[in-house]
């Protein structure tokens, strides 16, 4: 049984700062890319960010150069550090692992 487990949200005023984990356990291997999707009331979920095993990152437009994903491979752990968060950042955030998925954790942020 694998177990995504979120934590680090939270509510933050426009501008703010928050740092989202995700700890996966249980019997999971190889792990490649690690990714964080977003969920805003009424809308599809979307890709906000993803790390490679390598490395590599890509992000969202929208979030270029405010978010930062990260990885620790020894924990088995993925990071989003979410700066000058915008209302428009209001969402619920799952991590996604391969075929699992975090439970969801929600960002509301106000103006």
């Known amino acids: 049984q694998v177990q995504l487990v979120e934590s680090g949200g939270g509510l933050v005023q426009a501008g703010g700062s928050l740092r989202l984990s995700c700890a996966a356990s249980g019997r999971i291997f190889r792990i490649d890319a690690m990714s964080w999707y977003r969920q805003a009331p009424g809308k599809q979920r979307e890709l906000v960010a993803v790390i490679t095993g390598g490395g590599i990152t890509n992000y969202l437009d929208s979030v270029k150069g405010r978010f930062t994903i990260s990885r620790d491979n020894a924990k088995n752990t993925v990071y989003l550090q979410m700066n000058s968060l915008k209302p428009e950042d209001t969402a619920i955030y799952y991590c996604?692992?391969?075929?699992?998925w975090g439970q969801g954790t929600q960002v509301t942020v106000s103006s």
């Open positions: 996604n692992i391969q075929q699992f």
